[in-house]
């Protein structure tokens, strides 16, 4: 072999060796597929999901899903995973019932006109449009009567709007390891949560 030949093929040996120690020769030519799911749950309803599904940012869409959900997919990964997520978008749910308070009463809303029983439940979100301000129920004392966390109906003829309680938990796992998990709760107004898998 030929002095410049002998030169020359140590050099393409040195490089390789070279590029294998900072793993840009294995991730070239060992990836593996790694299995990324996600799984939400909650009360909320008719949410809308959008899954990507790789790390070129291609997507999938799921629209008026009922919870709970799930979906599993493979990816090619190197070195770590790349940055997919998953992204739940809830609508703004139709109010419970709607008037004005009627009456003063410490951290109580009294609307005479309303027929609470059965339509409300402790734990939903009752909101003062005017302000707004919002506490949650804790009890329904009366058909027209509802126990609060906050009195904020202390003029007796404000507004109101009553709201479900709705929750939302996104949770990301990477060959079944949990990754990432973020939950929403006692929400009325709509919300959107944005699920890594890293």
Request: with cysteine; charged share 15%.
């Amino acid at each position: 072999m030929k002095r410049t030949e002998l030169l020359r093929t140590l050099l393409i040996l040195a490089l390789l060796q070279s590029f294998a120690g900072c793993g840009l020769l294995a991730s070239r030519i060992d990836p593996e597929f790694s299995v990324v799911s996600y799984e939400v749950t909650g009360t909320a309803s008719d949410v809308a999901i959008t899954a990507v599904v790789n790390e070129l940012g291609e997507t999938r869409v799921f629209s008026s899903v009922t919870l709970p959900w799930s979906y599993e997919y493979e990816i090619l990964t190197y070195e770590m995973y790349p940055p997919v997520y998953l992204k739940v978008e809830v609508p703004v749910p139709a109010p419970l019932a709607t008037g004005n308070a009627t009456s003063a009463s410490a951290n109580q809303l009294v609307d005479s006109g309303a027929s609470f029983t059965g339509v409300v439940q402790v734990g939903d979100v009752a909101v003062e449009t005017g302000t707004p301000r919002e506490c949650i129920i804790t009890a329904v004392v009366a058909p027209n009567t509802l126990d609060l966390t906050a009195d904020i109906f202390s003029g007796g003829t404000e507004p109101y709007a009553i709201y479900p309680m709705q929750t939302l938990t996104g949770t990301a796992y990477g060959d079944g390891e949990i990754l990432e998990t973020l939950t929403l709760q006692n929400y009325r107004m709509g919300a959107t949560i944005i699920v890594y898998n890293y």
